[in-house]
């Protein structure tokens, strides 16, 4: 929503992929030039714009209006690290018995694209990764539309560890199948709502927490707080 500022990125590194894909738009209702600029992108194959319950809410959406095989799902403000990224996803997920995959991602500057400010290099996933404070970063992820299907999609409750649990319950609680690309996949935009305040960061922990809860899963009594410390590791 109202995102012109950034938004001409995200839809370039869409269109300039080395594949052909379905390119679905989920606008909260922008009052900027925001729509503007995407209809001036003749990839894009559908448009939504109408109000909704936040950032997870527009995710559902575009999950349930999908056709394609393979679901990614890339925030408005971030952008591919390369024309053939997709194409990598395709070929990975092409293989029998793969449900998922995911890769590295680099945060920059929002004043300055080719400024890296942090890199997340997700390595390989077992089984207890999650138990100690690991995650794929969430806009790396991508799953077969059939896995949505089965079990489900964005819990909302779950706030803004949506993501977080949605990664855990696929990956740790259903046991879905994923493969590393070990290669920055993404380039995003530093922020996130999560770290803004000590505040929301304990709110986040509490969050997270509860997906471990509403899984029926029991992390290690060091789980959540290894999770946020982890990040100090992609600074350096």
């Known amino acids: 929503m109202n995102s012109e500022a950034t938004i001409g990125d995200c839809l370039a590194s869409i269109h300039d992929q080395s594949i052909e894909v379905e390119h679905l738009i989920i606008d909260g209702g922008s009052t ?120 489900g999609a964005f819990r909302l409750t779950l706030g803004s560890a949506a993501d977080y649990e949605l990664m855990l319950r696929l990956l740790v609680k259903c046991r879905i199948t994923t493969s590393y690309i070990p290669e920055v996949l993404v380039r995003m935009r530093a922020g996130g709502v999560s770290n803004v305040s000590l505040k929301n960061r304990l709110m986040a922990n509490r969050m997270d927490r509860l997906a471990w809860e509403v899984n029926g899963l029991r992390p290690y009594p060091w789980t959540t707080y290894l999770k946020p410390l982890s990040k100090v590791i992609q600074f350096l």
Not at 47 to 61: F, H, L, Q, T
């Open 32 to 151: 900027d030039s925001t729509l503007d600029i995407v209809k001036s992108y003749p990839h894009v194959a559908t448009i939504v714009s109408e109000p909704d319950s936040g950032i997870y809410d527009a995710m559902n959406k575009g999950i349930k209006l999908a056709t394609g095989d393979v679901i990614g799902i890339l925030n408005s403000d971030d952008f591919y690290a390369g024309l053939d990224t997709l194409e990598k996803v395709a070929q990975v997920l092409s293989q029998v018995g793969i449900d998922s995959c995911y890769g590295d991602l680099v945060y920059f500057d929002p004043a300055d694209t080719a400024r890296i400010v942090r890199k997340w290099k997700s390595g390989y996933y077992h089984d207890r990764r999650f138990h100690w404070g690991w995650m794929p970063p969430h806009p790396t992820f991508f799953v077969r539309r059939s896995v949505y299907e089965k079990y």
